[in-house]
């Protein structure tokens, strides 16, 4: 799994998951939100394999979703 950071407020999953999806197959797709419903402005995305992740990492960052230049990190926090 990957973190997405500096996403757009515009972004809901399925634009994350439709733009993450160059890189391969996405299991799950999801922008965090404030208790409000507001979007933090990050996601995390889920692919089919541990390559496909690598994939989005290696070419997915600095690419523009909704205006915004994106990044994508492996996801540090815990499942």
Same mark, same amino acid.
């Given at each position: 799994r990957v973190y997405v950071g500096n996403l757009s407020w515009d972004v809901a999953w399925q634009d994350l998951k439709d733009h993450m999806r160059q890189a391969g197959e996405v299991a799950?797709?999801?922008?965090m939100t404030e208790s409000d419903g507001?979007?933090? +402005?990050? +996601?995390?995305?889920e692919f089919a394999s541990s390559?496909?992740?690598?994939?989005?990492?290696?070419?997915l960052t600095d690419t523009e979703l909704k205006g915004r230049m994106i990044f994508v990190r492996e996801d540090?926090?815990?499942a």
């Open positions: 799950y797709a999801e922008v507001r979007s933090k +402005g990050c +996601g995390i995305v390559d496909e992740a690598q994939e989005a990492i290696t070419t540090r926090e815990t």
